[in-house]
């Protein structure tokens, strides 16, 4: 039996609730998930079952929301994942970009849902050093969960989460403790991302354009036309012939006729049509 009763209308307002606010659907079979996360919320403020929750959310939105966005979302990250999009950076896209801003010196990187860091610090890694020093280089980084975004700004990581690093990169880009079980980012690379929190479903404040965008393994949560929808401001915000990378069980309609399909999960933005 389990610690507090979550009826189906509870279920149901939570899956509404969510999707209003982030465009995140929660299926039944999400059911499970959700409670196991709110669960924690409802202990935490002394509370009885899922009802009086979401009478207190209700209630006490600026205490309590943040808290409930924050338990929902999800944040399954790795440094380098989804290596083959780093090649492509560092082989095709850096090169062009030297060409392609010659003159202005100017290169932004957007990594959309950062999570907690290791995608936008990939990237950093990927173009440091790439640009001569007196060119404006620089990541942006925003998430809808404040916790992470706080995890990324701090730039400090367990042994586990460095997996993916090989010895240069360590040496390199981080400090290790001495007992070797965390390792923290350097300032040349920390100085080089910014951290913003932002709901994709919200107004942008950012006018770009942007060279590059990551939107990685976020869009498998909206239904097609929240998808769609960010498709079409991503395009806006891009540069000519700019390029957007999304998730490897993530997919473009082919209707999109706006962006030229280059494989393997990656994107470029087409002539205007």
Not at 46 to 52: E, I, K, V
Not at 147 to 171: C, F, P, R
Request: net charge neutral; with cysteine.
């Amino acid at each position: 039996m389990k610690e507090f009763l979550m009826t189906d209308e509870d279920f149901s307002s939570i899956s509404r609730r969510v999707y209003e606010t982030c465009g995140i659907v929660l299926g039944p079979h999400k059911r499970d998930m959700v409670y196991s996360r709110l669960a924690r919320r409802v202990r935490a403020n002394g509370l009885s079952s899922f009802a009086d929750y979401l009478a207190f959310l209700n209630e006490e939105p600026d205490a309590e929301f943040s808290h409930f966005i924050n338990a929902i979302t999800t944040n399954l990250t790795s440094f380098f994942r989804e290596a083959h999009h780093f090649d492509f950076l560092h082989q095709q896209v850096i090169p062009e970009l030297k060409l392609k801003h010659k003159t202005d010196k100017r290169v932004r990187i957007w990594s959309a849902g950062c999570s907690t860091g290791e995608e936008a610090y990939s990237i950093a890694m990927t173009i440091g050093n790439a640009f001569p020093a007196d060119w404006d280089v620089k990541v942006l980084a925003t998430d809808l969960d404040s916790n992470v975004l706080h995890k990324g700004q701090e730039g400090i990581y367990n042994s586990a989460s460095v997996t993916g690093l090989n010895s240069e990169h360590l040496k390199k880009w981080f400090m290790g403790s001495p007992d070797g079980t965390q390792y923290k980012v350097k300032e040349t690379l920390r100085s080089s991302v910014y951290f913003k929190r932002l709901n994709l479903l919200e107004p942008w404040p950012m006018k770009g354009p942007f060279d590059v965008i990551f939107c990685r393994n976020v869009l498998i949560y909206f239904d097609k036309t929240t998808k769609d929808r960010l498709f079409e401001n991503f395009y806006q915000l891009l540069a000519e012939q700019g390029y957007l990378f999304i998730g490897h069980s993530e997919t473009m309609g082919k209707e999109h006729l706006e962006f030229k399909n280059l494989g393997r999960t990656m994107y470029q933005k087409a002539a205007q049509i």
